[in-house]
């Protein structure tokens, strides 16, 4: 199938899940289409003696297109810099101590705590695997998703403030848990002893410091641009911004920077939210709807992919036990990751109550997670059984995370409002 003829089957299938979720499910709408589409690829492959070449079909498309890369070389960069146009500057800039420890300690945290238990805990049931393995997991785990998490806090009502840290916790715990997950994944690769400390450093460093810089320097040129416009010409700023974004990735992948840090802080450099008032207006309100129904059809085509991926997951019962170990772990290591750093926190500065809580069941994972996990088959020298065994624990995660903690989560907020009032 054609690239544009792919693209177009999403779209319509976008707009007849959206129609059915928005007239019967009635469901938060990542939620309820990625449960159609899951519906769906099971219907296709519990069908399969009845309807052989549909699912034939379906597995050659969901094969023949990478998902990995069409997130995150396509969608990843559009979602990131959408969000970031929506978050409050100055709330930001109030809770920057908060969020710049939980996108950095927390996630390190909570990926050597799940690879550590997972480690543990695999070979109760003929599972095991190098610890290294087990931290690659962890690391894809760990951070939160930025496009799960911004859908699901836009349909509830907490404090600005609490609602900066999880909003910008998600947006830069992502760009920094890729790179983590790259560097363990460059210690996999090479071997242990191949690896020098300075050289993981160097990586970091420049992934994360390299990637702020990028997304700061064009950020900065583009706002200045927008200002030269003054809402004149709409479609020139939509232009300059589009460039921004697909210019912006070209250069952070030719650089081996960080694509996600950079469209985090050029979206922050746009926003208008919590600016002064000579630079809220510096783009037209045309723009900030042109780049809000591209947040809503990009959530919409990415969480069709991520529940039509289950076609494509290699099913063995050992893999499902393992997958129930996952969930119950990455809750652990993520109430770990936030609640040692909040409780530290806590000796200098204020936190509502049920701020952890809040914290670890809101920590939604997606598709990032996915991409990552499936990004591993490219790796020549894994172990087809080792990457199928990730595979499947994060799948399990993801979908739990979405349906269970994402349809739960509003009571959460709804008593925390009511004990912080």
Not at 374 to 387: A, G, H, K, M, Q
Request: aromatic share 10%; glycine share 8%; hydrophobic share 55%.
């Amino acid at each position: 199938m054609e690239v544009l003829d792919f693209i177009t089957l999403l779209i319509i299938m976008a707009a007849f899940f959206t129609l059915i979720n928005v007239k019967y499910l009635k469901l938060p709408s990542t939620i309820g289409l990625m449960l159609l589409a899951l519906g769906l690829s099971l219907f296709i492959i519990l069908g399969e003696w009845v309807f052989r070449t549909l699912n034939e079909l379906a597995t050659n498309l969901m094969t023949e297109y990478d998902f990995s890369k069409v997130l995150f070389q396509v969608m990843l960069s559009f979602l990131l810099f959408a969000g970031a146009l929506e978050l409050d500057l100055r709330k930001l800039g109030e809770e920057k101590w908060p969020i710049f420890i939980l996108a950095t300690v927390g996630v390190l945290l909570s990926t050597f705590v799940a690879g550590t238990a997972i480690y543990y805990l695999l070979p109760l049931i003929g599972l095991p695997l190098d610890y290294i393995y087990c931290l690659l997991f962890g690391a894809l785990i760990s951070p939160t998703d930025p496009i799960a998490v911004l859908a699901m806090i836009k349909k509830t009502t907490v404090s600005k403030n609490l609602e900066s840290q999880i909003a910008g916790e998600s947006l830069f715990n992502d760009g920094v848990g890729v790179v983590v997950f790259l560097t363990i994944l460059a210690i996999a690769t090479k071997g242990v002893n191949n690896v020098e400390a300075l050289n993981v450093v160097e990586l970091f460093a420049v992934e994360v410091l390299g990637g702020l810089l990028l997304g700061a320097v064009i950020g900065y040129f583009g706002l200045h641009l927008l200002r030269i416009i003054d809402n004149e010409h709409t479609e020139i700023e939509v232009l300059i911004t589009l460039s921004m974004v697909l210019g912006g990735a070209s250069i952070a992948d030719l650089l081996h920077v960080s694509g996600p840090l950079a469209m985090v802080t050029m979206g922050l450099f746009v926003g208008r939210k919590g600016r002064d008032k000579n630079l809220e207006d510096a783009a037209g309100e045309y723009v900030y709807k042109f780049w809000h129904l591209m947040d809503e059809a990009m959530n919409a085509i990415l969480f069709i992919l991520i529940g039509l991926q289950i076609i494509v997951i290699n099913y063995e019962t050992d893999y499902f036990i393992a997958a129930g170990f996952a969930i119950v772990v990455v809750l652990i290591a993520r109430f770990i990751g936030v609640g040692i750093p909040i409780s530290l926190m806590r000796i200098r500065r204020t936190f509502p109550k049920f701020t952890i809580r809040i914290l670890t069941w809101s920590g939604l994972r997606g598709g990032i997670s996915v991409a990552l996990a499936l990004s591993l088959y490219e790796t020549t020298n894994f172990d087809t059984r080792i990457v199928d065994i990730i595979i499947t624990m994060t799948y399990c995660v993801v979908l739990f995370s979405i349906v269970v903690q994402g349809l739960t989560v509003k009571k959460l907020f709804e008593k925390f409002s009511e004990v912080n009032k």
